[in-house]
């Protein structure tokens, strides 16, 4: 039974993720809202899973010719070191707290979807007008 | 590239290793407009190489997490089948309907979310 509910919560979350909304930011509220998992297993499991869907996309993407690697290992390099002081910080921070901020987060980054789209619409419109 | 775009790339790095670190996710949002953007690349390509990007950042982070003692393989396992298969299923979806309204209601979706997780 609890396989299953996970084996759901996976699947709404990479639907979404697969319509590019949001990606694992879904999965981690599915999880702990409905879910009642705790917050730091569910940004883990959020983690791992990415780890075998981001390998079977990056094969297509390559074979389709959608690859650029030029300037990544600028980002790369600062965000994994990063991630790891960030990510062994935060292993000290009470669930409850982590929750709120994970909170504001999602929040924040709602709002700046809204705005993305917003400012996308009118840019296509115009190009489609060029055209 | 010039230096003023690497500088560029790598703050926005590091701010991409940070959310990675304490949310588990998100960094891939903030890099594909960085990728567009400053690294000039269209929005396929972007969309495509910042999986490549956020890849090492999440397995580095995940490593952390393991190392902290958070790891279910029970919820690992079903939460990566029930997203292979969600995935294919939303890419699929994706032609069907209107990118700027399923945003905005997607966004909806998750400022809800976010709001029930800070109370």
Known sequence: MRFLVYLAAGAAGGLLGGMGMGGGTVLIPILTVLCGVPQHMAQSVNLFSFLPMALFSLRIHAKNGLLDARGTPWMIVPASALSVLFGILVQEVAPAVLRTCFGVFLCALAVYQVFGALRAAPAQKKQAKSN | ?119
Not at chain 2, 26 to 42: D, E, F, Q, R, S
Not at chain 2, 64 to 90: C, K, P, R, T
């Open chain 2, 1 to 119: 590239m010039k230096g003023k775009e690497r500088a560029k790339l790598a703050a926005a790095g590091c701010a991409v290793g940070a959310v990675n670190g304490i949310f588990g996710g998100g960094g891939g949002m903030i890099v594909v407009p960085l990728l567009a953007g400053t690294a000039k690349k269209p929005p396929l390509v972007a969309h495509a190489t910042a999986i490549l990007v956020i890849l090492p950042v999440c397995l580095a982070s995940a490593a952390v997490y393991l190392a902290g003692g958070w790891f279910d393989a029970e919820l690992f396992i079903a939460v990566s089948l029930g997203m292979l298969a969600g995935g294919a299923a939303g890419a699929k979806l994706l032609n069907a309907i209107s990118p700027k309204a399923a945003t905005v209601a997607f966004a909806a979706v998750m400022f809800a979310a976010g709001i029930r997780m800070i109370f």
